[in-house]
């Protein structure tokens, strides 16, 4: 998929594939929007104005209020991409919430998600 479709793609659209995915793996709605909270810098609040308004998958992370810094230390793969190569910054964010949710699902502990 190019990457212009994904950043022009629903945040509303994509948050409850990352929350099922999380689910199915018995991790909780709650665990996600806390490694996104983490990663972003949104609060609770921020993710559900972003869910009602639209907001687009790339808008929701240019817009993001606090990157956390310690998000360079995320390291792996998706998709087969290592995260810490990936050179379009707003594809490199996009993918680092897809590798701690994977890990969500693989049963990691919190403070290994959170780099903690």
Known sequence: MEKEKVYAMSFAKIY?????????????RDEVDEVICWLTGYDRDGIRRALD?????????ERAPHPNPNRRQIRGTVCGVRVETIEEPLMQEIRYLDKLVDELAKGKAMEKILRR
């Not at 409850?16 to 909780?28: I, M, N, Q, Y």
């Not at 308004?53 to 992370?61: H, I, L």
């Open 16 to 28: 409850p594939l990352l929350v099922s995915k999380a689910e199915r793996k018995g991790r909780t």
């Open 53 to 61: 308004n639209s907001v687009t998958y790339g808008a929701f992370f």
